[in-house]
């Protein structure tokens, strides 16, 4: 009800910093030295999933909302009359479909003390040296080592030494052209939310927050369904009017509390580290006469121990098949058929929704090779035009637990390009400047840019539990890999035209005509990426070939695209300069 899960959120953040840098000159090396210490104060407030949330999705049949009385006569009514029908009994409603009958499929919610207060503390060594080898040949070395104390139940990583180098090059010695390269290893930071959620989250007896989960099969458990909640909420005027309160939920029979049944818990591997990167480039350019240069180049950059979100509840998967997937499902709690047949449960506790860990397991990778193209102002105009061919690859999008891995027992089938993948991408820009002097053509000035990109992926999901994992943010079509969904291309032309009108040598007024997307092209970009209502052919169609969005289905739709960037737009300016 347009609240966010995590707001609201409110931080203070103090910085204590102690800075000291050496530099010595000797010879042909410049030497440097420095190292610091800061230690940050954070008091945070953080209200995650205290508003609560309902999610309405593709996963209930049809036949499942009519009466048990009703529905062998209708089956037989259309098996005689329309069989072509039949089958959509068994189809899932849509998301729209399931608010309207107030089905809501999950309801989750937090309940506690959000305030939490911590200090972190950070050390940093360097040291590091520019020899001038000879007058057309730098070589730069160095060594940084660096400790991450962060609070709570984080581990203290000490094996941050990040060795660089790197070089500058002007093999002909003639001033026009530098061959530059480096590598080195680089540690980030962790940022706060890991320590936070895991304190806040964690399901230990004296953490702030705790998380009540209901789904639409929980009734089976002596629990509370999704539907039961929200149905009985929506009727005593609380849903809509006011935040659901823990007084509201004993009615229930449901108290928050750590170990409750269906817990959502988030804690931290005991060998985390700090997330680093490799990275390494080398590139040339060449003054090519009356004012421009080329420059060809190429970056490589390689990102380790990146945060992702595992739930490590399940250890097997002995289900029957899933029709959406065409692999096996988790068995929480065995039927009695499932347990004649020697299956045992597949969850370490079934009784807990999620056991979340945040590990430092995931990689990503990036190549881009670059072609530039530039020429400095001179003559009344300059020039830029650069063209990037490149590919980003990784294993997960986000650590939030929506971007969980679809299988939790193999978490490499999510290595695909990144979100963000963009293959192609051209810019030209430049600024052209009137040569005449007269009174109305002085003092003119163009500067246009134009911008092409190709495509960026986007991930086909179900939007429904499909593997019976616990999650429904994350299953995709039967063997479709993450992120292989395509997106349209993006063209844009913008444009500036500047007059000015000085008055004096250092006062002039200046009028400008700004245009941006000048061609009015539509540039789609959102697509509803959840398909679960697809029919299964369809289905197994996306998890064999791109998908793409369809201009000629509703927003609502499977495919059907939400969003576009922004139309043309026109500003107009006055500025006055003294």
Do not use: C
Not at 23 to 42: C, I, N, P, Y
Not at 364 to 384: C, E, I, L, M, P
Not at 463 to 480: E, K, L, W, Y
Request: glycine share 8%; hydrophobic share 40%; aromatic share 14%.
């Amino acid at each position: 009800f347009n609240r966010d899960i995590f707001l609201p959120s409110r931080t203070i953040q103090r910085e204590y910093d102690i800075t000291d840098n050496l530099s010595h000159l000797r010879g042909a090396h410049t030497l440097k030295f420095g190292g610091g210490f800061q230690a940050t104060d954070v008091s945070t407030g953080n209200e995650t999933f205290f508003g609560g949330r309902f999610n309405f999705g593709a996963a209930i049949p049809l036949a499942n909302i009519i009466p048990a009385a009703t529905l062998p006569a209708l089956q037989a009514f259309l098996a005689a009359n329309n069989p072509s029908l039949l089958p959509n009994l068994a189809s899932p409603m849509n998301a729209l479909q399931s608010f309207n009958l107030n089905l809501p499929i999950v309801y989750q919610q937090g309940f506690g003390t959000p305030e939490v207060n911590s200090y972190t503390y950070r050390y940093a060594l360097y040291g590091q040296d520019t020899w001038k080898v000879r007058p057309n040949f730098t070589l730069t070395y160095g060594l940084r080592y660096s400790i991450s104390d962060e609070p709570f139940y984080m581990p203290l990583d000490k094996n941050d030494f990040q060795p660089r180098f790197g070089f500058s090059w002007d093999p002909f010695n003639d001033g026009k052209t530098s061959i530059r390269g480096g590598a080195g290893i680089f540690a980030g930071y962790t940022i706060y939310s890991v320590p936070n959620v895991t304190k806040t989250l964690s399901g230990f007896a004296g953490d702030p927050i705790n998380i009540v989960l209901a789904t639409a099969t929980s009734g089976a458990l002596g629990l509370p369904s999704s539907f039961a909640v929200y149905q009985t909420l929506l009727a005593q005027g609380v849903i809509g009017t006011r935040t659901i309160t823990a007084a509201d939920l004993l009615q229930f029979g449901v108290t928050p509390r750590p170990g409750a049944p269906l817990e959502v818990r988030f804690r931290v591997e005991p060998n985390y580290e700090t997330p680093m990167t490799y990275q390494a480039s080398m590139g040339a350019q060449r003054d090519i006469g009356n004012g421009f240069s080329l420059e060809v180049s190429y970056l490589f950059t390689r990102g380790l121990h990146i945060t992702r979100n595992r739930d490590i509840n399940q250890f097997k998967a002995t289900g029957p098949i899933s029709p959406f997937t065409g692999q096996p499902t988790f068995i929480r709690f065995p039927t009695a058929a499932q347990v004649a047949a020697g299956l045992t449960s597949d969850f370490r506790n079934p009784l807990r929704l999620q056991d979340n860990i945040y590990e430092s397991s995931a990689n990503a990778f990036y190549h881009a090779g670059t072609v530039s193209v530039q020429r400095r102002f001179a003559n009344n105009f300059s020039v830029n035009a650069h063209y990037t061919f490149s590919k980003s690859i990784d294993e997960v999008t986000d650590f939030n637990s929506d971007w969980s891995a679809q299988n939790p027992l193999n978490v490499r089938l999510d290595r695909a390009v990144s979100a963000f993948d963009q293959r192609h991408r051209a810019v030209f820009s430049g600024v052209f400047s009137s040569p005449f002097k007269n009174k109305i053509g002085a003092d003119w000035t163009f500067a246009p840019i134009f911008i092409a990109g190709s495509g960026r992926p986007f991930n086909v999901l179900l939007g429904v539990d499909a593997n019976a994992d616990g999650r429904s943010q994350s299953d995709r079509p039967f063997a479709a890999g993450r992120n292989t969904g395509i997106g349209e291309p993006f063209y844009s032309f913008d444009a500036r035209i500047a007059r000015r009108f000085p008055f004096k040598e250092t006062m002039f007024l200046e009028l400008t005509f700004e245009g941006f997307n000048l061609f009015n092209r539509t540039n789609l970009q959102g697509i509803n990426n959840v398909v679960a209502g697809l029919p299964i052919d369809q289905l197994r169609t996306l998890a064999s070939t791109q998908a793409r969005g369809d201009r000629t289905k509703a927003p609502t739709l499977p495919l059907g695209f939400t969003s576009a960037a922004a139309p043309r737009q026109l500003q107009f300016g006055v500025r006055f300069n003294f």
